[in-house]
């Protein structure tokens, strides 16, 4: 997707239709700073946007994404090229959310390793070895749970039974069973337990 012809199409549409910016952003309820963005490719409308601005326009997604009009013919082959960018770009994104979990994960248990000893061979006051190692785990069980959101969110699980795609809840993530990223868990689609692997793709 090319954000400068998409913002240039966009801002063609709004004067066609004889609109300002500030009138666009107040049919959809954002700041025209907002429009202004997007017209000059910085940034492209959010996923929940996206319909309501192409409504605005008269135009449909699949034209929004392609920065220009498609005619009847070329209309399927502009969506599935649409949808291959937009998994790519999904994939991308699940990828950096996985490393932030690698390096939250470790944060974690450093912050709680770091902080324990501190308590354990310094000399201080109970009271304060006391705070010392509740902040520690306090800090290190959030870190921990964000890993796991993360974990949960990004990407899929592979059932290895039926090959089944899906995102468990964070529940089902918090109990299973691990052995790094493959969980034991029930897939709701063979309703069968196995070791499913994490898969970005």
Known sequence: MD????????????KEKGLTQKEVAEKLGVA????????????????????PLCEVLGITVNELLSGEKISADKYVDKAEEHLYELQTLKANADRRLLSIEIVLGVLSIIILLSLTMIASYL????????????FAFAVSITGV??????????GYYVCAKCGHK??????????AAHCGRTRHMKCPNCKERSWQKKVVE
Do not use: H
Request: aromatic letters at 12%.
């Open 166 to 175: 899906y995102v468990p809840t964070f529940k089902q993530v918090f109990w």
């Open 3 to 14: 954000q400068v012809k998409t913002g240039a199409f966009i801002a063609e549409l709004r």
């Open 145 to 154: 749970g964000f890993a796991l959101k993360i974990e949960q969110v990004a």
């Open 123 to 134: 000399q201080m006051e109970d009271w304060l070895r006391i705070v010392i190692i509740v």
């Open 32 to 51: 025209d700073k907002t429009v202004s963005k997007w017209e000059t490719g910085r940034g492209l409308p959010e996923v929940s946007l996206m319909m």
